[in-house]
């Protein structure tokens, strides 16, 4: 089973519509979770941060965390094309390590 | 705002040269990555250092070696170039602390092509 798990897709969502990307990981004393947006052909930026279970909000996006179930999901209201990208889930698996561990990538293609 | 910068966005090189990939970043952190990413497969993490001198191997350090003389900066070097090498190299960085690890920030990564 791999640490960190997100469904590749493509994940295709109408403008104007709520996108909603999942990741699942392994490790239940993970403690750190992170979302990164990656365009095609650039590097990986942050979008959000969490480390409390519950729900942390930042304009469109909002993160939530289930660590009994053990998932990080992203929301995205009002989809634009400009969020079309590959979203990345990253998870620091073990507490004081200072290694993240990313998944696969969830291509999202939003459309006009 | 963090900013980690690479020598090179694009670097072409020839099978069995030496090729050094630099990494500086200019927020004093003193967690500094390289990671390779595939198609398919992800982000891999070659190499990783948490002050000046010190490293760690990652999840495929085959074939590369690393340099931390000083803080800000971070070389990784191919000390022979094979076409299975022909990658995206992202350099990352990060704080270090004790309870949770912190964010790692991105340079813009160096499209190596090995011919």
């Known amino acids: 089973q791999k640490e960190v798990e997100q469904n590749s897709g493509p994940l295709s969502v109408p403008e104007g519509a709520i996108a909603s990307l999942n990741c699942t990981y392994s490790?239940?004393?993970?403690?750190?979770f992170f979302w990164y947006r990656q365009y095609s052909g650039k590097s990986p930026e942050l979008i959000m941060s969490?480390?409390?279970?519950g729900d942390k909000e930042d304009g469109r996006f909002t993160a939530q965390l289930n660590k009994a179930s053990q998932y990080v999901s992203l929301l995205i209201r009002d989809s634009q094309p400009s969020d079309s990208a590959t979203y990345l889930c990253?998870?620091?698996?073990?507490?004081?390590?200072?290694?993240?561990?990313f998944g696969q990538g969830t291509r999202l293609t939003i459309n006009p | 705002d963090v900013k980690v910068t690479q020598s090179s966005r694009y670097l072409v090189k020839r099978t069995g040269e030496k090729v050094f990939l630099e990494c500086v970043q200019d927020?004093?952190?003193?967690?500094m990555f390289w990671y390779r990413q595939d198609p398919g497969l992800g982000l891999r993490l070659i190499y990783f250092?948490?002050?000046?001198?010190?490293?760690e191997k990652g999840d495929i350090p085959e074939g590369y070696s690393v340099s931390r003389e000083k803080k800000e900066r971070f070389s990784l070097i191919l000390e022979s170039a094979s076409t299975n090498q022909t990658s995206m190299y992202l350099c990352?960085?990060?704080?270090?602390?004790?309870?949770?690890?912190?964010?790692?920030?991105f340079g813009p990564g160096t499209r190596l092509t090995v011919l």
């Open positions: 990253a998870v620091n698996p073990i507490q004081g390590a200072q290694k993240l561990v």
């Open positions: 990352a960085s990060s704080f270090n602390r004790d309870r949770y690890t912190d964010t790692q920030y």
């Open positions: 927020m004093d952190h003193e967690n």
């Open positions: 969490i480390y409390s279970n």
């Open positions: 250092s948490y002050d000046v001198k010190m490293k």
């Open positions: 490790d239940r004393v993970s403690q750190s």
